[in-house]
């Protein structure tokens, strides 16, 4: 991956001669405080070459999905549609999160946050409901998706009932869906898994257009001696990753076709608030959660 340019000035102040031993530099990575051994150096460094070859993986693997997602969303948005986005599972609610009315996103993007498997609401409840059937479908009926809109689904997993209710009942509307998942844990996953849909579908199977973001089965991806578990998952960076790509994508796809679509400016930068000022009303009653 490319490094930041050095910047820093080259002219050294002047040290006077002494004559107290001088420590020679030294190649060797600092040791954090407190920690004289170096492995939690070791740790951190590992997760976080992990992470970046994960995402290097999708760059590269899923370019040219990506690509041709971004052509739909770009078709919804150039004709002044809202491009839905639902993460039916705890922490896959904050990929519907990453780019809904977000610093930099489109503002086009309408995202469906349901209650019922929120994290604020309890985590074990959150579990319980994506793993009810029938939710998923209760949910798109209540957003009222037809055969104009776009859908993008995204869970890490790719497998639970609430997911796969909602692609199904999406289906059947006539929605375009784009999914968001892992190829790889769903496939691994067992059939006979309690968080899968009664029908064992995966997302992937059941998309018009499906971006693989790689993670892992078990999602965690550290291993520390004498811990059983692994530590420290990747998927929220994959599907923040794979989203950026598609707003991205779609937003090059625009401009070249000569559209600037309204984009969100952050409200705590410098003439954010009037800037966004300039499109909420044409928004505020389209977009449910605004």
Do not use: C
Not at 104 to 130: K, Q, Y
Not at 216 to 242: H, K, L, M, Q
């Amino acid at each position: 991956m490319p490094t930041e340019p050095n910047n820093r000035p080259t002219d050294q102040p002047i040290v006077q001669p002494t004559d107290e031993p001088t420590e020679e530099p030294t190649d060797e990575p600092a040791v954090p405080p407190g920690d004289q051994s170096g492995n939690q150096a070791d740790i951190t460094l590992s997760y976080l070459l992990t992470v970046t070859e994960l995402l290097e993986r999708i760059h590269a693997e899923e370019y040219d999905v990506i690509g041709r997602a971004a052509e739909a969303v770009a078709a919804q948005v150039g004709q002044d549609r809202l491009v839905h986005i639902f993460g039916p599972g705890g922490h896959s609610n904050l990929a519907a999160q990453e780019v809904f009315f977000r610093a930099g996103g489109l503002m086009h993007v309408s995202a469906i946050l349901d209650e019922g498997t929120l994290l604020s609401n309890g985590a074990l409840r959150s579990m319980a409901i994506e793993r009810t059937p029938g939710y998923g479908r209760v949910v798109i009926a209540d957003a009222g998706l037809g055969a104009d809109d776009l859908l993008i689904l995204v869970n890490a997993y790719g497998i639970n009932a609430a997911l796969i209710d909602a692609a199904l009942e999406a289906r059947e509307r006539g929605v375009t869906l784009i999914g968001v998942s892992s190829r790889q844990h769903a496939i691994d996953t067992s059939p006979d898994h309690p968080a899968r849909h009664p029908s064992k579908a995966n997302l992937h199977d059941l998309v018009d257009i499906a971006i693989d973001t790689k993670v892992p089965i078990g999602d965690a991806v550290v291993r520390i001696e004498g811990v059983g578990e692994p530590i420290a998952a990747v998927s929220t960076f994959a599907n923040a990753y794979a989203l950026n790509a598609l707003v991205l994508r779609t937003v090059e796809a625009l401009a070249a076709a000569g559209v600037e679509p309204p984009v969100w400016r952050s409200g705590n930068a410098p003439g954010g608030d009037e800037a966004n000022a300039r499109f909420v009303a044409a928004f505020r009653a389209r977009v449910r959660k605004l």
